[in-house]
């Protein structure tokens, strides 16, 4: 099992930047495929990124291609997501998702996730 918790979320102006990390317990994180999910308020969740046990290879969802980068350290057993140009519709609560098999965009093919961490971009 792996325990994850978010952190660096919080209120930003529109434009401006964020880095959110994932850190995660254990000793075998770097089995582990890493996603960053996000919920709106009123929304259901949505993929926001994934990266692969490597780091070799990530996918975004159209909506924040060119914008955000999804990164993984394994020797800091943490995930990173460095979010640039913020918009208003960023705001949402961000997390981060981890799975032995499943490197993807389906959040139910995720078997843990952390708590969450709240971002918001003000106009």
């Known amino acids: 099992q792996v325990h994850l918790v978010e952190s660096g979320g919080g209120l930003v102006q529109a434009g401006g930047s964020l880095r959110l990390s994932c850190a995660a317990s254990?000793?075998?994180?770097?089995?582990?495929?890493l996603g960053w999910f996000r919920q709106a308020p009123g929304k259901e969740r949505e993929f926001v990124a994934t990266i692969n046990r490597s780091g070799g290879s990530t996918d975004y969802a159209d909506s924040v291609k060119g914008r955000f980068t999804i990164s993984r350290d394994n020797a800091k057993n943490t995930v990173y997501l460095q979010m640039n140009s913020l918009k208003p519709e960023d705001t949402a609560v961000y997390y981060c998702?981890?799975?032995?098999?499943?490197?993807?965009?389906?959040?139910?093919?995720?078997?843990?996730w952390g708590q969450g961490t709240q971002v918001t971009v003000s106009s």
């Open positions: 998702a981890a799975d032995t098999y499943y490197y993807g965009s389906k959040l139910g093919n995720y078997d843990y």
């Open positions: 254990g000793r075998t994180f770097s089995r582990y495929a």
